[in-house]
């Protein structure tokens, strides 16, 4: 993959971004004001309620409040790695964009208190539970991948390690049942197999940040800080998407924004030097 279609792939993301984020933001925007958004269900929100600080108790726009976040960090992420990327030849920096990719999908959340979706079998809500299943699959897969193929030779393969990327993911977003009978109070759509799906994104997480640990150990001191930040980072995005109180969205916001600037600087460092 060529610089110059990199760049124009980045652009045509930004836009994308942009523009899934407008018309979602502007039905969710327009419902709240007028009072139509939907809330959980006494029902759904049974198993939350309890006697947490006020800070730390279930707050459905705590949740609002963290996809918003996710979501339109995208835009003003990709437009920073712009002007800071625009000629670097790195590897990460594509696999970054799919993780950011992963972060947009959590748009898809939202379509579940702005259409009624709380309460409803539709293929809608089905479509919406697979597309958030294939970013929550993509975002550990777009660090590991990186790690993987980090040879000189493998590195210029990036179009068919993306295309591995994105197979596994869609893949496992198909295959992975959903039972639309039992959404969650964070907007999400309960899995078959939560269990399973849990302990794959723990392995993902601990490999990912294994491999660059040991390769922080050959390395200098941005390599180290990169492992540093990807913890930090990854740790945030866990929070900012199973958050249900204002507490945990700004825990959550403080690590992401924290991990994004730690890898992201570091990473710049890294190739500018070298």
Not at 243 to 268: K, W
Request: proline share 3%; with cysteine.
């Amino acid at each position: 993959m060529t610089i110059q279609v990199r760049n124009r792939f980045v652009i045509a993301f930004l836009l994308l971004s942009i523009l899934s984020i407008g018309i979602t933001g502007g039905f969710a925007l327009r419902m709240s004001l007028t009072g139509e958004m939907q809330e959980p269900s006494q029902s759904i929100l049974a198993a939350v309620q309890g006697t947490a600080p006020a800070f730390f108790a279930y707050r459905f726009y705590a949740v609002v409040c963290s996809v918003c976040f996710l979501v339109i960090s995208v835009p003003v992420i990709t437009c920073l790695m712009i002007f800071n990327f625009e000629k670097t030849q790195a590897q990460e920096y594509v696999f970054f964009m799919f993780f950011l990719g992963a972060c947009l999908t959590e748009i898809s959340r939202l379509f579940i208190p702005v259409f009624g979706l709380w309460e409803n079998n539709s293929s809608f809500l089905i479509s919406s539970a697979r597309i958030l299943l294939f970013g929550r699959m993509l975002a550990p897969a777009s660090f590991l991948f990186p790690v993987l193929f980090s040879s000189a030779r493998q590195n210029q393969d990036t179009e068919r390690n993306v295309i591995a990327l994105v197979a596994l993911s869609g893949v496992f977003a198909v295959l992975t049942p959903v039972n639309t009978a039992h959404i969650l109070p964070n907007c999400t759509v309960e899995t078959g197999q939560a269990t399973l799906f849990t302990f794959y994104v723990a392995i993902m997480y601990i490999l990912s940040f294994l491999s660059l640990a040991i390769m922080a150990r050959h390395g200098g001191r941005e390599q180290r800080l990169m492992t540093l930040g990807y913890a930090i980072l990854f740790a945030g995005y866990l929070i900012l998407t199973g958050a249900l109180s204002f507490g945990a969205f700004v825990v959550g916001a403080v690590f992401f924004v924290t991990g994004v600037y730690a890898y992201l600087g570091n990473l710049h460092k890294l190739y500018m030097w070298n």
